[in-house]
């Protein structure tokens, strides 16, 4: 059974830029999507980067410019780079996972099956 784990928030001013961590075990077989979600207080979850297999990533409009989303299949980990973070971007951060085809493109406007616990980001001065 597959086990994400997300780690790498915190605290940080506005500005400032943290690093998100998920790192995946339990594999079994196929080729998995991985994305990048949050759920802010009182909204819904929103989607905000996934990457492929082989690194085609796609971005959300909110995530676009300033964050990146990057895959060290060797570490089995997934990281979400954010820069320039604004105070609405305070949320509890997840990751999650999706079995797709070895060189197709990931979608955020789909179910994923595997999810971590989440971390929290708060951005405030």
């Known amino acids: 059974q597959l086990q994400l784990v997300e780690s790498g928030g915190g605290l940080v001013q506005p500005g400032g830029s943290l690093r998100l961590s998920c790192a995946a075990s339990g594999f079994t077989s196929g080729y998995y999507y991985i994305g990048w979600f949050r759920q802010a207080p009182g909204k819904e979850r929103e989607g905000l980067s996934c990457i492929s297999y082989i690194g085609f990533t796609n971005y959300a409009d909110s995530a676009k410019g300033r964050f990146t989303i990057s895959r060290d299949h060797a570490k089995n980990t997934v990281y979400l780079e954010m820069n320039s973070l604004k105070p609405e971007d305070t949320a509890v951060y997840y990751c999650?996972?999706?079995?797709?085809?070895?060189?197709?493109?990931?979608?955020?406007?789909?179910?994923?099956?595997?999810w971590g616990q989440g971390t929290q980001v708060t951005v405030s001065s």
């Open positions: 999650a996972a999706l079995r797709g085809q070895q060189l197709g493109r990931c979608v955020l406007e789909t179910e994923y099956d595997y």
